[in-house]
């Protein structure tokens, strides 16, 4: 874990940097500002790493990375669902449930009323989303 390590190696000078330019020394500045420059790189080269490594807790010093799971989300092939409506004669009534609009929503075939909300909910396909990783704060 080079990269996280590097993260909060940066993380950790800027801090010291920030309280030692109150004296006010330029070339402190500068590298401060390459500093800031190379973190917003490696912050996203540090994510990747971490996903790499799966979900978890991962201590890099005095710091707890974490990578939680992507969750899921449910997609609808609207083709499918405006099949199936003309079909079942549902047209109209998923337009006034705003299920039907240019897209499929999710969440309005959620609110349908059972008896057509049954024929409409096994069309979805759960995709898998990108694990999400979570920074200390003062690392942010």
């Known amino acids: 874990m080079d990269t996280v390590q590097r993260l909060v190696d940066i993380g950790i000078r800027i801090r010291q940097i920030q309280e030692i330019l109150n004296a006010s020394e330029p070339e402190l500045t500068e590298e401060l500002r390459q500093l800031a420059a190379e ?69 309005q075939i959620e609110r349908l009323p059972p008896e057509f909300k049954v024929h409409y909910e096994g069309l979805c396909d759960v995709v898998v989303q990108t694990p999400r990783v979570t920074f200390p704060k003062d690392l942010a």
């Open 39 to 107: 973190k917003i790189d490696i912050t996203e080269r540090a994510k990747i790493e971490l996903r790499e490594r799966g979900v978890g807790s991962y201590a890099v010093g005095d710091y707890n990375f974490k990578v939680a799971p992507g969750g899921t989300k449910k997609e609808y092939r609207i083709d499918d669902i405006q099949e199936l409506a003309e079909e079942l004669g549902h047209t109209e009534v998923l337009t006034n449930y705003r299920v039907l609009k240019l897209t499929v929503d999710p969440a």
